[in-house]
């Protein structure tokens, strides 16, 4: 069965410093990987994908993704972080054939002034 | 842009009453979800719908249905509130398959039932 994991529940930084926010995967078959940002009170805005090609993806906001198929890895990185990239970050993964898709738990993003 | 649209931001209701949850996307999506989402367990698949009347449970159907008579909305259905259905559920919406399109969200609703 497909899955995604978050292993952390928070990640605390100073605005300024590089972010990096994990995520791992299993499935079975080629992984179609997505990220979501979602700030208080609202619903998920989509960040980027990985489907194929380049390893380091980039999406909205400055943020970008690096894919490790060794690892298993999809984790979403930012150079400088912003007080404004504070926000709840979704890892999710395309189940198998279908158009749904399974979340991981969500990783907390505080960033510090 | 998109837009998912989901009629209430909050709710209250009552134990036992059935309770109607809207959403209604712009974009002629052919697939529609329904999330609930609840702190430390992420976002749980509740019901999906690809085509207009056509509907599959997700992972956790229980208490829920789901109506789509119209392609552009998706209702869900409480059909005997309890207090453990008390979340946030939210609505979302995609084009099919080959492209792997993003889901596109709304802002959610947040149900208390008392």
């Known amino acids: ?113 | 842009d998109v837009k998912v649209t989901q009629s209430s931001r909050y709710l209250v209701k009552r134990t036992g009453e059935k309770v109607f949850l809207e959403c209604v996307q712009d974009m002629d999506h052919e697939n529609m979800f329904w999330y609930r989402q609840d702190p430390g367990l992420g976002l749980r698949l509740i019901y999906f719908s690809y085509d207009v009347k056509m509907k599959e449970k997700g992972d956790i159907p229980e208490g829920y249905s789901v109506s789509r008579e119209k392609k552009e909305r998706f209702s869900l259905i409480l059909e005997s509130a309890s207090t453990n259905q008390t979340s946030m559920y939210l609505c979302a919406s995609s084009s099919p398959g080959t492209h792997n399109q993003p889901q596109h969200f709304g802002d959610g609703t947040r149900l208390s039932i008392l």
Do not use: M
């Open chain 1, 1 to 113: 069965a497909q899955s995604v994991a978050q292993p952390e529940d928070q990640v605390n930084v100073a605005e300024g410093n590089p972010l990096t926010v994990k995520c791992t995967y299993s499935v079975s078959g080629n992984p179609y990987l997505f990220w979501y940002v979602q700030y208080p009170n609202r619903g998920l805005q989509f960040l980027l994908k990985y489907i194929t090609g380049d390893n380091l993806v980039k999406g909205s906001y400055g943020f970008e993704a690096e894919f490790n198929k060794s690892q298993t890895s999809f984790h979403l990185k930012k150079p400088s972080a912003l007080v404004s990239d504070s926000a709840l970050y979704f890892c999710a993964v395309r189940d198998g054939g279908t158009d749904k898709l399974i979340f991981g738990t969500g990783t907390r993003l505080q960033v510090f002034p």
